[in-house]
């Protein structure tokens, strides 16, 4: 498995960037994908997620919600993070994850948790200036 997140920088606050996940090595379409992002010294958190195959369900933390939209595109084996609106609380390095488990069963109740994802990239650094 093969996370290479991509499209982190600096933005203004009110700015917007778009980060991008790509995938490999195990069926992208099968699998929910997430967001999350961290700073020094602090946990992991959630950002956003997105379900299998179709991505009709999403979900979002609320500090990002009206915000943030996550997007799947399954014939790249890519997800992205369009975000808009940035505030200086949004810099952090932001890591793309795959879930655990194959499908939706536990998605829906499980999408926002670090523990259900099992793979992760390097991140992409995204800093806000005020």
């Known amino acids: 498995v093969q996370l290479v997140e991509s499209g982190g920088g600096l933005a203004h606050s009110g700015g917007s960037l778009r980060l991008s996940c790509a995938a490999s090595?195990?069926?992208?379409?099968?699998?929910?994908m997430g967001w999350f992002r961290q700073n020094p010294g602090k946990e992991r958190e959630a950002v956003a997620a997105?379900?299998?195959?179709?991505?009709?369900?999403?979900m979002y933390v609320d500090s990002v919600k009206g915000r943030f939209t996550v997007s799947r595109d399954n014939a790249k084996s890519t997800v992205y993070l369009q975000m808009n609106s940035l505030k200086p609380e949004d810099a952090a390095r932001y890591y793309c994850?795959?879930?655990?488990?194959?499908?939706?069963?536990?998605?829906?109740?499980?999408?926002?948790?670090?523990?259900?994802?099992?793979?992760w990239g390097q991140g992409t650094q995204v800093t806000v200036s005020s």
């Open positions: 090595g195990f069926s992208f379409n099968w699998y929910g």
């Open positions: 997105i379900n299998f195959w179709s991505g009709a369900a999403t």
């Open positions: 994850e795959k879930f655990r488990q194959r499908g939706g069963t536990n998605w829906s109740s499980r999408a926002l948790y670090t523990e259900d994802y099992d793979y």
